[in-house]
């Protein structure tokens, strides 16, 4: 009997933690398509994804590679800042680049002929962004490289989630229109959205993200 309960103990744990790795990959694989959306719209790319194909300009990295050594980078400078890296955060570091080639390299997402389909495909691509975000967030094995330093300086300070993570967005559009990435006007709606939006789908999924 013993033995009984302790077998159902271990199941209900394994369980427990295998749903948390497939929020996990959910989360990163609606971020990546997000990512690849934005980047077929044509009409100016995510704000780190100007950073990355930046990145992908000076070093002839592909983008899901730029993806990665940007997220090293900013692992390193997190952790130096005393912000330790959970496996959600290596692991979205990694996933999210190969997850963008895989779609990129496919050909199965084109760009909409219309200027309101790729209005349209620009929108979608930021909602996906911001719901993956949810998800992979949702099972506490740490953020994102980014995410991470913008929940940390969010409980550190006054300011909201969507107040840094908008700052953020435009310091990485700067930086990456500095070294040729492509600046658009959806590279602006996105910046200015993106933060609102995962702020509101957290909301409305009741996942708190202040301390």
Avoid at 96 to 116: H, K, Y
Avoid at 202 to 209: R, S, V
Wanted: glycine content about 12%; charged content about 10%.
């Amino acid at each position: 009997m013993l033995h009984s309960l302790f077998r159902r103990k271990e199941l209900k744990r394994y369980g427990s933690i295998l749903k948390k790795f497939l929020s996990l990959l959910l989360g990163f694989i609606l971020i990546s398509l997000g990512l690849t959306s934005s980047l077929h719209a044509e009409l100016g790319v995510h704000s780190w994804s100007i950073l990355h194909m930046g990145v992908s300009i000076q070093t002839g990295l592909t983008f899901g590679q730029a993806f990665q050594v940007t997220g090293i980078t900013i692992i390193l400078l997190s952790t130096m800042l005393g912000i330790i890296p959970g496996i959600g955060t290596i692991l979205n570091m990694y996933l999210i680049g190969v997850f963008c080639d895989i779609i990129n390299a496919s050909g199965w997402m084109s760009t909409p002929q219309s200027m309101l389909g790729r209005i349209a495909m620009l929108l979608m691509g930021n909602l996906l962004f911001a719901v993956g975000t949810y998800f992979y967030l949702k099972p506490g094995l740490g953020g994102g490289p980014k995410d991470s330093l913008m929940l940390a300086i969010s409980q550190r300070s006054k300011y909201s989630i969507s107040v840094i993570r908008t700052a953020m967005e435009i310091i990485a559009t700067t930086i990456g229109t500095i070294m040729g990435g492509p600046l658009g006007i959806g590279t602006i709606v996105l910046a200015i959205t993106i933060g609102p939006l995962i702020q509101g789908v957290c909301h409305i999924a009741d996942l708190n993200l202040k301390a």
